[in-house]
């Protein structure tokens, strides 16, 4: 098996909106709308000041996915990751192929000079909360909030 994590590129599109639409189904927040992931999942790809997609390859095939956006921090003075998206498609979880993906993406954070990655992740979600906990991400005292207009 050939497993690579790389940058997403335009042909990877299709394949991480089915990824996307597969995450969207096991979070209670959002729901899947295809035409929505592509634009966004689009406005990442031709804006890397504003973030960089990430891929996992299986075999030459995209088998997960994670989104990076970029921000500043006062806190931090400096360029921090709100990390997003991060999915293995059913059939390749358990396998490692998670923790090789948010490692990459940590990784390449660190290289860029960023000092923090924030996540967020559904509080009832025990695998995911898990997952994230053994990669050494710990729980805030902040708490996510959302104003969505009209």
Known sequence: MNIVVDFATAMDLESMADLLAELFELESDFSPDRAKQMRGLRLVLDNPNAGRLFVLRIDGQVAGMANALITVSTAEGCRVVL???????????????????VE????????????????????????????????DFRESAMVALRYSPG
């Open 104 to 135: 990459h993406v940590r990784d390449w954070a660190a290289t860029e000079g960023m000092t923090r990655i924030t996540l967020l992740a559904d509080r009832d979600n025990r695998r995911a909360l898990d997952f994230y906990a053994g990669l």
């Open 83 to 101: 990390l997003e998206d991060v999915i293995v498609q059913a059939r390749y979880r358990r396998m490692g192929h998670g923790r090789r993906l």
